[in-house]
């Protein structure tokens, strides 16, 4: 298969994609061979027997599946603080992160008239947050100049913005919600209506407490935009693909994704619709290192195939002898 | 309440009555609880066998002795709520002692994972007379209307939040009720050498009750790496096995992990109804083991990063300095006056 093509073919069936990808997978990739050896799962038989990596293995090893012994000079790190261990994702063909990045956004919005600008405190510290190269990517393939990274903990100038609405182009924010507030806090400015703001969940600075539907109150209110203009992105350094969801709190995937809810208690299965679990992944524009990932986000999945993300599955409480009211 | 002296005297009576083997109530309790297959016969007859060893020792007066249980200091008419766990066998016989001791009002919402044991002893106690016990029920809505002064209950942080919203709606307890919270979840262990009593004693605080309660011990440190000490390790899990079965068989998240770690290539050992792996993260997954190879600054830095989530570090040969230790032998036979998460049940429940 050539990859950076089949992989957003849709004339070719997600079943086969996926199959596709899973054969090369178990074949150059040792770490997801042995643990799918170790399931007993030896090839593809359908997409729900496929076994889900736990996402950790990013932190503990090298997922790579690649013929070549070489590791690839790009690669992605989750933030963390110090003492934490964090997860590392090579890319051998960055193409297929600019391809996926680039029809994500076209499958969801109409990527050809936007300007982006980023505003990512937090993540500037990190020389190889994914995100950061997401968000260059956009801006790069933007036309017009106008895209850009905006100074972090600077006001913004409504001269600048007045002239993304003279373009005829749509302005969109693209940041973690809470510096987002907080370049609101320092900027006296008005947006032009049709703005859209595209948090990416990030907490990552600030310390603060607040439900998702506060945040996109408050959003909302200081953009003064509809909410169906804010929007919100769930991705993360372990995958190559994003779900993105607009004007509440469900997500949606591009064609080559696939998200189910997992049972924690036996991840190779899928719950049925309504079920909080976690949140597995196939994203076969992980291709070169693993597809098939269970990550530790709790989620739900409504009757559409949409999901939410519920936050982490906090598996500290498991143990002891805690009182459950409902489950004692 | 009569004097303090004949009010424990009272309660140490019926424990002792309640625990001899002709008592017919208890028997009753095992035999519906083994059937129901809520704990097994073996760890029942352990926790049992454990208590009344204790009693036996004398150790209900010295505890009401320890925590100067007197005229002037005790809970007399103070309402305690105990939410007991249900975890292992008899795990809220404690607070329920604890708490009449005290002199307090006992109401005791009993776990439906353990409706039958502790039943039969706070019948025994309603029997001899004890009159500060009250009321008990494994439903809370039996509760409503309480007013307690204080709740007794084991428990995460989180799950806070949701059992005060219930015990409100229930007006189960007031604005000014005090809780009283453990949220201890497992134990530690430093293994220095292996002879064969410090391993059986080992075994038995990892794998009595499948490893459940914050007693357990569900992360051991020690000099040897797991691979050293694996194969004579499980020779001895057998021998446990063959005298205690494991009750509850974990469910496959534990085959799941078991093919993580090999993906990881993890060091690990399998016993089909247990995991121990080489890993110093939080042990979270029931029926784990966290083997972490190191020295005495190794245990102590896991302790401290682990927080409050550690009940317990056992030792199995000398103190160790700097942390308060207990005997490993000591594990799942805890004094009665033990302290979860560090907390003095009775104490607790008379402080204003």
Known sequence: MNWKIDIFDQAISFEERVAEVFQYQYQHNSVYKTFCDALGVKRFTSIDSIPLLPIEAFKETKVLSTPSAQLPELYFQSSGTSGMTRSTHYIADEEIYRASILNGMREFFELDNLVIWGYTPGYAENPHSSLIWMIQCLIDQEKTAQSKFLPLYTPLVQKDIDEVAKSGKQLMIFGAAFGLLDLLEISNVQFPSNTLIMETGGMKTFKRSMSKEELHQKLCEGFDVRSDQICSEYGMSELLSQSYSKGDLWFQAPHWKQVSVRNPENPLETLPKGEEGLIGVMDLANVHSCSYLLTGDKGVMDQSGRFQVLGRWNTQNLRGCNFLIDQD | ?352
């Open chain 2, 1 to 352: 309440m009569k004097d303090v002296k004949s009010h424990i005297k009272l309660i140490e009576q019926a424990t002792k009555e309640w625990l001899q083997p002709d008592n017919a109530d208890l028997k009753q309790a095992i035999e519906r609880t083994v059937e129901e297959g809520l704990f097994s016969f073996e760890d029942i007859k352990f926790q049992i066998r454990s208590l009344k060893q204790k009693v036996d020792q004398g150790q209900i007066s010295e505890w009401a002795e320890r925590a100067q249980l007197s005229k002037q200091l005790n809970a007399k008419g103070r309402k305690v709520l105990c939410l007991h766990a249900g975890n292992l066998p008899l795990v809220g016989f404690q607070d329920a002692l604890g708490c009449v001791l005290s002199g307090a009002d006992y109401y005791g919402k009993l776990s439906s994972k353990d409706p039958y044991l502790l039943a039969s002893y706070l019948k025994k106690l309603r029997a001899n007379d004890v009159e500060n016990l009250k009321e008990y029920s494994t439903e809370l809505s039996d509760f409503a209307g309480l007013n307690a002064d204080k709740v007794l209950f084991a428990g995460s942080k989180e799950s806070v939040d949701e059992v005060k919203e219930r015990l409100v709606a229930l007006n189960a307890v007031t604005g000014s009720t005090d809780y009283i919270i453990r949220t201890a979840k497992f134990s530690m262990a430093y293994l220095e050498n292996e002879d064969p009593q410090t391993l059986r004693d080992m075994i038995e605080s990892v794998f009595r009750y499948g490893g459940k309660g914050c007693r357990s011990v569900a992360v051991i440190v020690s000099p040897y790496t797991l691979s050293k000490v694996k194969c004579h390790f499980t020779d001895y899990v057998e021998e446990f096995w063959l005298k205690n079965p494991q009750h509850q068989k974990p469910t496959p998240k534990l085959a799941y992990q078991f093919a993580y770690n090999k993906a990881i290539n993890r060091d690990q050992a399998w016993l089909d109804d247990f995991l121990i792996q080489a890993t110093d993260e939080f042990p979270s997954d029931d029926f784990t083991l966290h083997w972490v190879q190191g020295d005495v600054s190794t245990l102590k830095a896991l302790k401290a990063k682990f927080g409050e989530a550690v009940q317990t570090v056992y030792s199995s040969g000398n103190p160790i300095e700097g942390i308060s230790t207990e005997w490993l032998s000591t594990a799942q036979s805890p004094d009665l006056w033990w302290q979860p998460d560090g907390i003095e049940v009775i104490e607790s429940i008379i402080k204003k």
